[in-house]
């Protein structure tokens, strides 16, 4: 079987906060196939940003462990973590964040760009990664010419264009009118599909979490529910509870 993409164990993440101490997630077990998609839903406060920075290495957990394809996140150095994070995943957050100075190619470029390769490189995969979000006659206009919706998808062409394995997406559409979030959600289907990618999206959108083929349910910082529904992927649940047992009792 193939190594899972992502695996955590017994996560935690406590802050401290005007000397008091908040334990944001509280022993998260969890493991996500390649090429999954999964909603990630609960409340406001549940721990849902904090869990999707830990996975994406923007933040560091205060206990458990973590893989991400096959490789222990636990005690390396920042300058390993950012060059797995630049291998390995791409971010859409809530707001898009986007260079305002920067045409919408530029933008998409832009990850390439800051590692230091060139246009010339970057330029044919990020026109068709445009295309593929239906923007590829948009590649000239600036964030400021394009509506919510277009620059959520200039955000996940973007989030796509160094090919990574794994989409971090928070809330994506949570700035978005239902019409518009329909059409992104619809997006991150066809990015799966298209390219394998492994999608972990947190939303407050029920109806596009009902969609999706597995729900998360987070609430206090544990995982509360993980359904998997359709046909599709009947021994996965099973096949990775297995892998994560031993270490989970441990
Ligand atoms: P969600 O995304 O599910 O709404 P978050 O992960 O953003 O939840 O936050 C979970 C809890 O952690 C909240 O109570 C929040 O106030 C707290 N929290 C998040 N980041 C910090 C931080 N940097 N310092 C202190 N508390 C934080
Ligand atoms: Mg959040």
């Given at each position: 079987?193939?190594?899972?993409?992502?695996?955590?164990?017994?996560?935690?993440?406590?802050?401290?906060?005007?000397?008091r101490?908040?334990?944001?997630l509280?022993?998260?077990?969890?493991?996500?196939?390649?090429?999954?998609?999964v909603?990630?839903?609960?409340q406001?406060g549940?721990?849902?940003?904090?869990f999707?920075?830990?996975i994406?290495t923007?933040?560091?957990?205060?206990g458990?462990?973590?893989?991400?394809?096959?490789?222990?996140l636990?005690?390396?150095?920042?300058?390993?973590?950012a060059s797995?994070?630049?291998?390995?995943?791409g971010?859409?957050?809530?707001?898009?964040?986007?260079?305002p100075?920067f045409?919408?190619?530029?933008?998409?470029?832009?990850?390439?760009?800051?590692?230091?390769?060139s246009?010339?490189?970057?330029?044919?995969m990020?026109?068709?990664l445009?295309s593929?979000?239906?923007l590829?006659?948009?590649?000239?206009?600036?964030?400021?010419?394009?509506?919510?919706?277009?620059?959520?998808?200039?955000?996940?062409?973007?989030?796509?264009?160094?090919?990574?394995?794994?989409?971090?997406?928070?809330?994506?559409?949570?700035?978005l009118?239902?019409g518009t979030?329909?059409a992104?959600?619809?997006?991150?289907?066809?990015?799966?599909?298209?390219?394998?990618?492994?999608?972990?999206?947190?939303t407050?959108n029920?109806?596009?979490?009902?969609?999706?083929?597995r729900?998360?349910?987070?609430?206090?910082?544990r995982?509360?529910?993980?359904?998997?529904?359709?046909?599709?992927l009947?021994?996965?649940?099973?096949?990775a509870?297995?892998?994560?047992?031993p270490?989970a009792?441990?």
């Amino acid at each position: 079987m193939a190594t899972p993409l992502v695996v955590v164990e017994d996560l935690r993440k406590m802050f401290v906060h005007m000397g008091r101490e908040l334990h944001v997630l509280r022993g998260i077990d969890l493991t996500i196939e390649q090429g999954e998609v999964v909603a990630m839903v609960g409340q406001s406060g549940a721990g849902k940003s904090t869990f999707l920075h830990c996975i994406g290495t923007l933040d560091m957990p205060t206990g458990g462990r973590i893989k991400l394809a096959g490789e222990d996140l636990t005690n390396l150095s920042s300058s390993k973590l950012a060059s797995i994070r630049n291998r390995t995943i791409g971010f859409v957050f809530q707001f898009h964040h986007l260079l305002p100075e920067f045409n919408a190619l530029e933008n998409v470029m832009m990850p390439g760009l800051i590692q230091g390769r060139s246009r010339k490189e970057l330029e044919p995969m990020a026109r068709t990664l445009l295309s593929e979000v239906g923007l590829g006659e948009r590649g000239t206009h600036r964030p400021g010419e394009l509506s919510g919706g277009e620059q959520q998808r200039v955000a996940l062409a973007r989030a796509l264009v160094l090919s990574p394995k794994l989409i971090l997406a928070d809330e994506p559409t949570g700035n978005l009118d239902t019409g518009t979030s329909e059409a992104m959600h619809q997006l991150f289907f066809e990015v799966n599909r298209k390219h394998g990618t492994t999608i972990v999206v947190v939303t407050h959108n029920l109806a596009f979490a009902q969609s999706m083929p597995r729900v998360v349910r987070m609430r206090d910082g544990r995982i509360e529910a993980d359904e998997r529904r359709g046909a599709s992927l009947p021994d996965a649940s099973t096949a990775a509870a297995a892998s994560v047992a031993p270490a989970a009792e441990g």
